[in-house]
């Protein structure tokens, strides 16, 4: 078993600055690839930033030159650097992490989810 724990949320003015955290625990050596997914209320959860264990990242056309994901191996932590935030990023932010391969946003191959961590960009 595989636990996610993410941290770092928060309100923010647009403009401004956030990091988000997400601990991995147990079982981590059977996720292959991770991810930041984000919900806002009444939208479908939406891919935000993926990230391969060779550090290569993905990012969806939204956040790109904006956020940043990385991952710390040695401490089991992915982060997302989040700048230059709108009103638009406010939203639920999950980390996920999956065994094997697919679609960068298919959310159904995604094993293993955090509970979330609230972001809210507001003036």
């Known amino acids: 078993q595989v636990q996610l724990v993410e941290s770092g949320g928060g309100s923010v003015q647009p403009g401004g600055s956030l990091r988000l955290s997400c601990a991995a625990s147990g079982y981590t050596n059977s996720i292959y690839f991770m991810a930041w997914f984000r919900q806002a209320p009444g939208k479908e959860r939406e891919g935000v930033a993926a990230?391969?264990?060779?550090?290569?990242?993905y990012y969806a056309d939204s956040v790109k030159g904006r956020f940043t994901i990385s991952q710390d191996s040695a401490k089991n932590t992915l982060y997302l650097e989040m700048g230059t935030l709108k009103p638009t990023d406010t939203g639920m932010y999950y980390c996920a992490g999956r065994s094997g391969i697919g679609a960068y946003w298919n959310v159904p191959t995604y094993n293993y989810w955090g509970q979330g961590t609230q972001v809210t960009v507001s003036s």
């Open positions: 990230i391969y264990p060779s550090g290569r990242t």
